[in-house]
């Protein structure tokens, strides 16, 4: 931002458009952003934070935490943004693994037309958040909020009271920016580390080329903060770049399924990138609610954050892109830092369906399960990165060794991703999705083991295990083979009890979309539950489950598929 004062002070950086259409959007200049956030820095500073220090942001799409990123950033302090979405107990793991002394969070935040009150979450929280000395407040919704004095402060009386000036704090290219956590096969989400430079490096290189960005170009990314898409192309890729970002409060569908095209239309968005589920959510209400909307600013689409299927993607060739914008389908993860695979805007061949080639500088190779690499044109094998790139993760917060053995240790010597990927006869790339435990719920990575823990708090549940099955908008579903203790519970309510626990252990997108009560799980001589059975269970593909000789009980299959009919559905 110092670097932009010189050259755009005046220029807009940051377009806030707010949940209720009739509300002004803000558009704040990079001189404004840079006041509001060295004035920030000074309150952080005021409250003891210094270089190193964790601040956690539980915090609405609203600039004010646009201003607390980058304010982190100029102090040193390491930011850990949790999704305003995630329950109070998982807000409190995550402060709690990485011991952050200050959370910033607003009374509540608008979605559509829900209300949800961030600061009692946050209050439930740190009741058992040790480590935390105070809580700042934005005032957003105006809802009733229980102020614990000392503790918890005000953003907007802190801000008067700060001053205008404060120096950037100089920091080392590998010191920590930030930490964000993440889901993975086992155990508790990780926080992945990213570096100062290096993540910078990336995150701007990536926005530049793969979106082709030319000055003065107005840009919007719907990702929320809360996720990495929102980290690196919210906020640091495109404010790096000088450009202007757009920020958006509200959901697709309030108040009506036309929102982000009349947000388009209102701030004559350049450069458009959104997720598939959202674009097939969209498609799936019907073209009345586009073609009211010229969209004749667009020159660029991007895709995020999971397989986009072909008909998506001609919808939104045709009827956003008008059949003359590039789509670029970019593929890269929380640890990546940045976009790995992706065609650079109107230069790269597109070919629906593929991410096609990895940028310059990444290395991608597939492997076979013996860790062999998959020479050739016309393969298909585990996705490895053979070579570091910039902005790559550095370690996992606390545990240095999870992140080897996670990473490097499948195959050594390369960067595993966690994905199945083809490479066709032009050597281009098609992500084919995860190989791992991982469920892609809306472009949400959800462990299959934390769904599983959450459900398991049950008292009559024995056992469960959960899988993915593909689910026409979402991408991916969450299907859940349970046994209770005794057959004679009601299993609505029993469902239902288990949805609560899911939601309060990880959040509201986490909950099973389907619930099936087995009796028995497929499992190997050594106790093993064979996922790929269930995966097909749930897929509805009951015909043919390959190898069932590892069975230890191969008539529980059997029993499973008939009693399909006991699903219960969300
Ligand atoms: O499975 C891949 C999928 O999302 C995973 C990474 O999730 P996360 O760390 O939450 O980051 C999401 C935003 C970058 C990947 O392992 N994924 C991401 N982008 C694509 C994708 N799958 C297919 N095509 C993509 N373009």
């Known amino acids: 931002m110092d670097r932009h004062l010189k050259t755009s002070s ?78 109070a107990q998982a807000l409190q793991d995550r ?40 809580c700042i407040m934005v005032e957003r919704t105006k809802a009733e909020v229980n102020l614990v004095p000392d503790r918890d402060l005000l953003w907007c009386e802190l801000m008067n ?51 082709q960005y030319q000055e003065g ?49 209102k701030h004559k968005v350049n450069i458009f990138y959104t997720a598939p589920t959202a674009i097939r959510a969209l498609e799936a209400q019907g073209l009345d ?17 999971e397989p986009i299927n072909e008909e998506a993607w001609q919808w939104y060739h045709t009827h956003i892109g008008k059949e003359k914008c590039p789509i670029v389908d970019t593929w890269w993860q929380t640890e990546t830092g940045g976009m790995m695979i992706a065609p650079l805007a109107g230069i790269t061949k597109l070919k629906p369906t593929y991410a096609t080639l990895p940028l310059p500088g990444v290395q991608p190779c597939l492997v076979d399960d013996k860790g062999n690499e998959i020479q050739g044109l016309n393969v298909e094998g585990n996705l490895c990165i053979k070579y570091p790139w910039p902005s790559m993760i550095r370690t996992t917060y ?39 435990d991982v469920i892609n719920v809306s472009g949400h990575r959800i462990g299959t083991a934390e769904v599983e823990d959450a459900i398991n708090q049950h008292q009559e549940v024995v056992e469960s295990a959960v899988v993915g099955f593909p689910h026409s908008i979402k991408g991916q579903g969450i299907y859940a083979f349970v046994i209770l203790s005794k057959i004679e519970f009601n299993p609505n309510e029993i469902c239902s009890q288990i949805n609560e626990l899911v939601k309060k252990h990880i959040g509201p997108i986490a909950r099973p979309e389907k619930i099936q009560f087995v009796s028995g799980l497929p499992k190997t001589r050594s106790g093993k539950i064979i996922r790929r059975i269930l995966r097909k269970i749930a897929s509805g593909e009951i015909n043919n489950f390959g190898d069932t000789s590892t069975l230890l009980d191969p008539e529980v299959v059997d029993l499973i598929v008939d009693s399909r009919n006991l699903t219960i559905s969300k």
Not at 109 to 128: H, M, P, T
Not at 292 to 301: C, F, I
């Open 398 to 436: 606390g545990d240095h060794n999870r992140c080897k053995e996670v990473y490097f240790s499948a195959y050594p010597g390369k960067y595993f991703t966690g994905d199945g990927c083809k490479r066709d006869a032009d050597g281009f790339y098609r992500i084919t999705g995860r190989v791992d």
């Open 289 to 305: 609610f586009v073609t009211p909307y010229k969209l004749d600013s667009l020159k660029v689409l991007g895709t995020v954050g």
């Open 10 to 87: 005046e220029k807009t950086a940051l377009i806030w458009e707010p949940n209720n259409p009739n509300e002004e959007p803000k558009h704040i200049s990079y001189k404004e952003l840079h006041r509001n956030v060295c004035r920030f820095s000074n309150v952080l500073k005021s409250l003891g934070v210094k270089k190193g220090d964790r601040v956690c942001l539980y915090m609405p799409m609203i600039p004010e935490l646009t201003v607390a990123v980058l304010s982190c950033a100029r102090i040193g302090a390491i930011h850990s943004v949790v999704f305003a979405g995630f329950s």
């Open 161 to 211: 009271e700060s001053n205008d000036y404060c120096d950037a704090t100089e920091m080392e290219s590998e010191e920590t920016l930030f930490i964000l956590y993440t889901s993975g096969s086992t155990g508790k989400p990780k926080g992945v580390v990213h570096s100062i430079a290096g993540y910078m490096v990336g995150a701007e290189y990536s926005f530049r080329n793969v979106f």
């Open 217 to 265: 170009d107005v840009y919007w990314c719907t990702a929320d903060i809360g996720w990495i898409t929102g980290h690196s192309y919210v906020i640091y890729g495109p404010l790096l770049s000088g450009a202007t970002t757009v920020m958006f409060e509200g959901v697709p569908s309030h108040p009506d399924y036309g929102r982000f095209w009349e947000i388009v239309d």
């Open 95 to 134: 402060i709690n693994d990485s011991e952050c002394k200050l959370i910033i969070t607003a009374d509540g935040s608008f979605r559509g037309e829900k209300v949800l009150n961030l600061k009692s979450i946050v209050d439930e929280a740190i009741q058992y958040c040790g480590s935390i000395e105070h």
